[in-house]
């Protein structure tokens, strides 16, 4: 923010920044190749739902534009809408385990509805779900505002595994634009489609 | 650039600049007039000028660099780990990535009185803290927009700002005492310096005047910066109708409070998300003119129309 912004007492809502989603099927490949974290399939889109008819007409859309290609080769599954407890709104969207792809640019078709019609401010995260042999649970995240992504390894309750998210973090270094600042790394418990 | 529809409020920025203007054109009134009073004077008028200013200086820099410790320490209040308040943690986390800010302390104050503030001078220092009775009353989504519009403030650095604009009328005021002080001990003295009265009485005069006018503004600019904050709160969350019953129920929940918590409470008036203190007496024009936020209505004045504009069909150009 910047000194007038302050003086004035304003601030600018922060756009999302959408393109460095795209480099996560690559990504999801060094990782399997160096962890054996595999992609499930599933991702989802975190948004913070606007009250109003205006942005639930969107929404709306959004599903039904996603849903087009549902059941057909490629397509995935029909996507889920889920309200968390915190008032936040996560729209799932299932895909085979290798059509990360796919998987992404559904993604991305949600980013761009509500960029599209002015609420990217809306936009929190995207998180797309991996697993390994042991069952172990990962997801990437990436951080609408920031442009970065980091992992986040639930276990049991509401702990994390920091050890594995590290070794994710060095091993995706080339791959991705990893936050820095660990201080961003917030959990996401019960995240759906993870 | 993407369209958007969080257009700012220039009719809010222009009289916020133009209150903070007067402050700057008080501020520099006075100082010419002191330079005036004292290329007069001699030795005696200067101390005390100087003095104040010191301890003016002084007693601001302090409060702005332990502002998060003493807003603890008076509020009684107690840091919580993410483990200890895993839902508030939650709420601050995200609202803290989607404006994209470092995420400040949390604290829990033991008090009954429905209220929550931030302080500290910057976001990597400061500290927010909720009362208990807030997170008994509220639901979710009104305790976010409350969040919300804290986080707003931090965001704003409303604590500096406001420091610095208090600051004139801290030395102000201390002038009025020490002039006063000087004049009630330094009579004797007065037989060798035939100008040092009438110097005295005029930096005192001017002192009042200059400590009334400030302290005006200041509230202004408090009241200013409260509607900023509620805005730019409301459109974080993008939910307008939750913060104003958010407000709605701790307005109505202060007047319900004994009123030996809300003296206690009074010093961090300037940072409560609604005032603990309402000004009895004096009718309704001069408590609006003395107050530190925005009446009610305003507020839900403001709100209503942020709600309109998130809901136009289509996004403005």
């Not at chain 1, 007409?57 to 059941?71: F, S």
Request: proline share 5%.
């Amino acid at each position: 923010m910047g000194f007038l912004d302050t003086l004035s007492g304003r601030t600018k809502p922060v756009q999302p920044k959408l393109d460095d989603l795209f480099a996560l099927p690559s990504a999801a490949i060094t990782l399997q190749a160096a962890t054996g974290f595999t992609p499930t399939g599933s991702g989802s889109v975190c948004f913070r739902a606007v009250e109003g008819k205006t942005f639930s007409d969107i929404q709306a859309e959004v599903r039904e534009l996603l849903n087009m290609d549902a059941g057909k080769p490629g397509g995935g599954l029909p996507v889920e809408v889920t309200k968390d407890s915190y008032g936040f709104t996560w729209l799932v969207s299932s895909h085979m385990s290798d059509e990360t792809d796919a998987l992404v640019t559904d993604l991305h078709a949600v980013n761009s509805a509500l960029v599209d019609n002015g609420f990217g401010p809306q936009l929190l995260c995207t998180l797309v779900a991996f697993r390994d042999e042991q069952e172990r649970r990962l997801a990437l995240v990436y951080l609408y505002k920031r442009g970065t992504f980091y992992p986040f390894a639930p276990t049991s309750g509401q702990r994390r595994d920091n050890a594995l998210e590290l070794q994710v973090k060095n091993v995706l270094a080339d791959d991705l634009k990893i936050e820095q600042d660990l201080a961003k790394w917030f959990p996401v418990w019960g995240a759906p489609g993870l | 650039m993407a369209r958007t529809r969080y257009a700012p409020d220039r009719g809010l920025t222009v009289r916020m600049t133009a209150t903070m203007f007067l402050l700057g054109l008080v501020f520099v009134a006075f100082v010419a007039l002191l330079i005036g009073i004292m290329t007069a004077a001699h030795a005696s008028g200067a101390a005390i000028v100087l003095v104040a200013l010191i301890f003016g200086g002084g007693t601001a820099v302090i409060s702005l660099f332990y502002s998060d410790k003493i807003a603890l320490a008076s509020a009684g209040a107690r840091e919580v780990s993410p483990q200890e308040a895993p839902e508030l943690h939650g709420m601050v986390d995200r609202l803290c990535a989607l404006a994209d800010m470092d995420k400040p302390r949390v604290a829990i104050a033991p008090a009954d009185m429905p209220n929550a503030f931030a302080t500290g001078r910057n976001s990597k220092n400061s500290v927010l803290v909720v009362t208990e009775g807030i997170l008994r009353r509220l639901e979710p989504d009104e305790l976010e927009g409350v969040l919300a519009h804290e986080l707003s403030h931090v965001a704003h650095k409303d604590v500096q700002v406001m420091t610095y604009a208090s600051l004139l009328a801290i030395v102000a005021g201390l002038l009025i005492r020490f002039a006063f002080y000087s004049e009630l001990f330094g009579g004797g003295r007065r037989s060798n310096n035939q100008n040092a009265f009438p110097i005295i009485l005029a930096i005192m005069a001017v002192s009042v005047v200059v400590y009334a006018i400030s302290f005006l503004l200041i509230r202004l600019l408090s009241r200013y910066r409260e509607l900023a904050a509620d805005r730019s709160g409301a459109l974080l969350t993008g939910q307008p109708s939750s913060l104003a019953s958010a407000l709605q129920k701790v307005s109505n929940g202060m007047a319900r409070i004994p009123t030996q918590d809300l003296r206690a409470a009074e010093p961090l008036n300037a940072f409560y998300f609604a005032p603990a203190m309402k000004l009895t007496g004096g009718g309704r024009s001069l408590s609006a003119l003395f107050s530190t936020h925005p009446s009610l209505d305003k507020r839900l004045e403001q709100l209503a129309k942020i709600q309109q504009q998130l809901g136009q069909v289509g996004p403005p150009r």
